[in-house]
């Protein structure tokens, strides 16, 4: 026989027949003369159940004695089959030292009843021992005779009639009082009487001098206990215990399963009891062989012994195989999945522009130390696995949800649209760019994360929302003030700036917008998106394939060459300027159609001298005119069909920090030539053009597509 199955068989055999426990392990078992206090009762808290079931252990008394938390009744026994015995107060009336008065227990509302194996007992000379409701009506009761040879109960033998009666108590009783009736004969009118509940087996063993009850003061009374709510317990998973529903009273007992003792409100409680090795029965099975098993034994002839014991062995180690065989595919497949996962991660990371990145790390192009790589697990957890709840903006270049990194950091988190592998550059571009720029008025980039199928870029969170928001759904409570607009203006010219001139490289945005621009805390200005940004080198355009940007931005001379320059931005911060000016909309189809471009509009009005009469009302409220019409003829110039006839965003910078340090500014004109515009080229609806994806480039002749982007927030 193999010895690692000799060793489980007997390891197995001497765990099953060890002793059932019955209190909790590190829990007082003893009080006293109670020498087992089972769970769910218990002294130490931790021990029981509840307060019900705590046990108070009064060590000053010689021997300590226990007594129920609540109810105060003195412990006797303490039984795991449902039943307790208490020590339970005799009733007197005319007896000498005996104080009158005293009645049972009231247990309502307790998880304890009065038990039928006790007796309602009452010691009288020919009187009535009734047992009353708490609300006064009759529960039951007995009658005695009086003895003819003597009235004093104190001397009655026996309990059969002469003066002393009994009853059975109703199922189910909680609660009632002793009180005693008209006696029958005047002899015992004033004579001593009693009565009490007792346990039927204790005055069964007493019977034979029942008067020296009449000594006492206390009486053994059984109890039984439920326990309602099963769920407190950690018994369900084993088989070896059942609850019993033969009482119309509760269903809160269990009892251990046949073959079994011990504890069943213990998990694994109830053990296995070896009926081949009980003491009491000896020879069990006679000449034949006692197997004991768990719950049950068999009687085996001897020849039938071997076959037996091998199947003893046999199931056992079959059983701890295919268990060590499931753990054993377990990990196998944990180690496949998170093979496939290593695999899948890589796959994303080279889908995603992993390759260009490291390229651009090794080339020294790219701020290592400001751009952080995290990792995908990272930025599901403080997106709350990118819950819809969390989403802050939405647009032409993905989704921004707001998380919270693990150092307590709130970031903005940018989920890429799925881009084809022609546009992954595009993505790169932007870790690139925002890498090389540090400026205040420039949201600042935290990291990256290409490890899943869409690529993730990390922001700082600017918490106030976008320009956008504050010009076009006006707030009461805080409004837009002209001071308000133009030191933003001021900021975002100085960021262009910043980027057209002071970066490492020239860099245009290419999608300056009004929704592009955040507001934090202390409402500062802040550019943001830079998903179509390019690094462009000194003296040089960027000819493009595909025209990209918003509707009511763009300016028209990129529009029809398909070539940006850095007056391309200062067109769509003009743009920006006529949106702070008169709070409308960029593109708006409630204006005429020649007039449904912002730029367009605004030019006319300042054409026909009417530009007060599309000025914001909370721009004119708070603005001096001068500084109004200074703001306006610099986004006039901004506006310049002819983008050479542009100011620089420098040139606008210094502009507007000029008009803001002035309030009698010089006139704007004369620092930037007066252009006369052409009606038709003003009203001309290049921005009604055929919403088709390509359109012809004048210059170059290159096919060119136009994105029709909607406004993009962090």
Not at 93 to 99: A, D, L, Q, V
Not at 498 to 509: E, K, R
Not at 563 to 587: H, I, R
């Amino acid at each position: 026989m193999d010895v690692v199955q000799i060793t489980l068989f007997l390891w197995y055999m001497t765990a099953v027949a060890s002793e059932a426990p019955l209190g909790k392990p590190n829990c007082s078992s003893q009080c006293g003369s109670v020498t087992q206090i089972p769970y769910p009762f218990g002294i130490e808290a931790g021990c029981y159940l509840d307060d019900w079931f705590q046990i108070i252990c009064d060590n000053s008394a010689s021997p300590p004695k226990a007594f129920l938390n609540v109810t105060r009744l003195e412990v006797l026994e303490i039984s795991v089959e449902g039943t307790l015995k208490v020590a339970s107060p005799i009733t007197f009336s005319n007896c000498s030292n005996k104080p009158a008065g005293r009645q049972t227990a009231n247990l309502e509302g307790s998880p304890f009843l009065f038990s039928r194996k006790n007796k309602f007992t009452s010691m009288s000379c020919g009187g009535i021992a009734l047992m009353t409701s708490l609300h006064g009506s009759t529960i039951g009761g007995c009658l005695s005779i009086c003895d003819s040879y003597s009235t004093s109960v104190l001397q009655t033998k026996s309990c059969s009639g002469m003066n002393c009666c009994q009853t059975t108590l109703p199922s189910c009783l909680s609660s009632f009082n002793t009180s005693f009736g008209a006696v029958l004969n005047a002899d015992g009118q004033k004579a001593c009487k009693y009565a009490f509940l007792v346990d039927n087996d204790w005055f069964t063993s007493n019977s034979t001098n029942i008067s020296a009850i009449g000594e006492m003061d206390y009486v053994p009374v059984v109890l039984e206990w439920y326990v309602v709510n099963y769920t407190k317990f950690d018994i369900y998973g084993t088989n070896n215990w059942r609850d019993d529903n033969s009482t119309d009273c509760s269903s809160g007992q269990c009892f251990c399963s046949k073959g079994y003792h011990g504890n069943p409100y213990l998990l694994h409680g109830c053990q296995d009891i070896n009926e081949c090795e009980d003491p009491d029965h000896p020879n069990r099975c006679g000449s034949s062989i006692c197997i004991n098993y768990p719950g049950k034994f068999f009687c085996q002839l001897p020849d039938q012994r071997s076959s037996r014991a091998n199947l003893a062995i046999i199931v056992p180690s079959s059983v701890l195989g295919l268990l060590f065989l499931m753990i054993g595919s377990w990990w196998s497949h944990k180690g496949i999945k998170k093979r496939k996962n290593i695999k899948r991660k890589e796959k994303f990371f080279k889908q995603n522009g992993g390759l260009m990145l490291e390229q651009q790390l090794s080339s020294g192009e790219l701020n290592v130390e400001k751009v952080k790589l995290f990792n995908c697990k990272e930025l599901e957890k403080a997106t709350d696995h990118f819950n819809a709840d969390r989403v802050i903006g939405q647009g032409g270049q993905g989704t921004v949800y707001k998380g919270m990194l693990a150092d307590g950091r709130i970031v903005a988190v940018k989920k890429s649209k799925i881009v084809e592998g022609g546009q992954v550059g595009q993505f790169i571009n932007e870790i690139v760019i925002l890498s090389q720029i540090c400026h205040r008025n420039v949201v600042k980039l935290l990291g990256c994360c290409l490890e899943t199928e869409v690529p993730l870029l990390v922001y700082e969170f600017i918490l106030n929302g976008t320009l956008f928001e504050y010009i076009h759904h006006k707030n009461e409570d805080f409004p837009l003030t002209w001071e308000m607009r133009l030191r933003i203006s001021i900021e975002v010219a100085g960021a262009l700036s910043y980027l057209h001139s002071a970066a490492a490289f020239p860099i245009y945005h290419r999608d300056v917008k009004s929704s592009n621009i955040l507001l934090d805390e202390k409402y500062r200005a802040k550019v943001a998106d830079f998903g179509t940004s390019r690094s462009i080198s000194i003296d040089q355009t960027h000819l493009t394939t595909l025209v990209r940007g918003t509707f009511g931005y763009l300016d028209p001379e990129y529009f029809q060459s398909c070539q940006f320059t850095e007056k391309s931005d200062v067109y769509s911060f003009g743009v920006v300027l006529a949106e702070l000016l008169t709070g409308q909309k960029p593109v708006s189809f409630m204006r005429p159609q020649e007039s449904r471009s912002l730029a367009s509009y605004f030019l006319m009005s300042m054409e026909e001298n009417s530009l007060f009469d599309i000025v914001d009302a909370q721009v004119m409220k708070d603005g001096e005119k001068d500084q109004i019409v200074a703001v306006a003829n610099l986004a006039k110039a901004c506006l310049n069909l002819n983008g050479r006839n542009r100011p620089t965003m420098k040139e606008v910078a210094v502009e507007l920090e000029g008009i803001q340090l002035s309030i009698k500014a010089s006139d704007v004109q004369q620092n930037f030539a007066e252009v006369e515009y052409d009606r038709s080229q003003i009203t001309d609806p290049w921005y009604i053009a055929s919403l088709s994806s390509t359109g012809s480039c004048m210059d170059s002749g290159t096919s060119c597509s136009l994105d029709v982007q909607p406004p993009m927030s962090f």
